[in-house]
T-cell receptor, first 113, second 115 residues
């Protein structure tokens, strides 16, 4: 059972364009939503994260938008660059002390020149 | 990837052999998590360990798989009698403590190929 649904699974964006990746969750016990970036042959690395008490968080060219009522959140990459080409995973942590994180299936982003 | 070391990076085994994957967490981290990533799939939680304790192994197959995190030394994920379906990338992550939302730092993974 996929508790965090991520789409699209692959995305091709022109350099300078906006990349948008969406995630939806069902479990209202989730209360922390990070995005991870993974380059080929590497492990995932935390990119940006948000809590549900804010609707948007921006770090440089990366922005998370969060819609608590719809139980959806998305990653926007502004001015996408070829160096952003990677696989992006959304994730969700439950409230409480134990960090059994649930990952989305991943989105393979390719930014073409 | 703040210092989680996994080895080997690549491991080739024949069916029926044992695979032993090692993970040295970031210095000072006492919590280790193992994940499996199949081709074209996301990361699937396998097991969560603290020093000398298995906290949650709900994601680990009941047979052939075991994990440990001894007081001294790296965490070990052990797969006995490997089958082709075990071929995957296995990632280890560590965090300094539970509670709050501590960042999990991932290693570069071990890519297991079963012939």
């Amino acid at each position: 059972q996929q508790q965090v649904k991520q789409s699209p699974q692959s995305l091709i964006v022109q350099k300078g364009g906006i990349s948008i990746i969406n995630c939806a969750y069902e479990n209202t016990a989730f209360d922390y939503f990070p995005w991870y970036q993974q380059f080929p042959g590497k492990g995932p690395a935390l990119l940006i994260a948000i809590r549900p008490d804010v609707s948007e968080k921006k770090e440089g060219r990366f922005t998370i938008s969060f819609n608590k009522s719809a139980k959806q959140f998305s990653l926007h990459i502004m001015d996408s660059q070829p160096g952003d080409s990677a696989t992006y995973f959304c994730a969700a942590f439950p409230s409480g002390g134990y960090q059994k994180v649930t990952f989305g299936i991943g989105t393979k982003l390719q930014v073409i020149p | 990837n703040a210092g989680v070391m996994q080895n080997p990076r690549h491991l080739v085994r024949r069916r029926g052999q044992e695979a032993r994957l090692r993970c040295s967490p970031v210095k000072g981290h006492s919590h280790v998590y193992w994940y499996r990533q199949l081709p074209e799939e996301g990361l699937k939680f396998m097991v969560y360990l603290q020093k000398e304790n298995i906290i949650d192994e709900s994601g680990m197959p009941k047979e052939r798989f075991s994990a440990e995190f001894p007081k001294e030394g790296p965490s070990i994920l052990r797969i006995q009698q490997v089958v082709r379906g075990d071929s995957a990338a296995y990632f280890c992550a560590s965090s300094p403590r539970t509670g709050g939302k501590n960042i999990q730092y991932f290693g570069a993974g071990t890519r297991l190929s079963v012939l």
